[in-house]
T-cell receptor, first 109, second 115 residues
């Protein structure tokens, strides 16, 4: 059964304290893995797409990496404005897109 | 630069009432989608329209109907609302439904409560 699991559910960081969010998946034939950011009361906003193990993408303080079983979203020296819920989604070989339940990140000044 | 616009933002219905959620995009995208988001669950696809004139069921289509009115607009209708349809609904669009390069643009959501 195709499954996407994000951990932790919630994460509180001090400003400047680097950490990583995890997205583990078991799907048949991964075609792509997506990261989105969602602010309260808003729709998700696209961040990255990763296609194959070993691939990395960066944007400002965020770096996404992909292995055959999981993806990490590394946040370096986070700022309060990085507070949001981060969603990952996986695209299966059958062209189904499954979203995880997200990690709610809070960065404290 | 509006992107994807959804109306209304909030709605309260009684069980059995009907309503239509409206969605419009101004990015000239071919594909449009309706998702629902519930606590403890990931976004789930209700219906999608790969291109103007076509619609297909997603993961949770029961109790919903859709209309792709034109390239810009994609509406979601609840014919007889049930408490299980209490959720936050998101409309999204993408340039084309070629999975693998999909970058979805989401609206800001409609919070629906069915009493």
């Amino acid at each position: 059964e195709d499954q996407v699991t994000q951990s932790p559910e919630a994460l509180r960081l001090q400003e400047g304290e680097s950490s990583s969010l995890n997205c583990s998946y078991t799907v048949s034939g991964l075609r792509g893995l997506f990261w989105y950011r969602q602010d309260p009361g808003k729709g998700p906003e696209f961040l990255f797409t990763l296609y194959s193990a070993g691939e990395e993408k960066e944007k400002e303080r965020l770096k996404a990496t992909l292995t055959k079983k999981e993806s990490f979203l590394h946040i370096t020296a986070p700022k309060p404005e990085d507070s949001a819920t981060y969603l990952c989604a996986v695209l299966t070989g059958a062209n189904n897109l499954f979203f995880g339940t997200g990690t709610r990140l809070t960065v404290i000044p | 630069n509006a992107g994807v616009t959804q109306t209304p933002k909030f709605q309260v219905l009684k069980t059995g009432q009907s309503m239509t959620l409206q969605c419009a995009q101004d990015m000239n995208h071919n594909s449009m989608y309706w998702y629902r988001q519930d606590p403890g669950m990931g976004l789930r696809l209700i219906y999608y329209s790969a291109s103007e004139g076509t619609t297909d069921k997603g993961e949770v289509p029961n109790g919903y109907n859709v209309s792709r009115l034109n390239k810009r607009e994609f509406s979601l209708r609840l014919e007889s609302a049930a408490p299980s349809q209490t959720s936050v609904y998101f409309c999204a669009s993408s340039e084309r439904r070629v999975w693998g390069s999909e970058k979805l643009f989401f609206g800001s959501g409609t919070q629906l409560s069915v009493l």
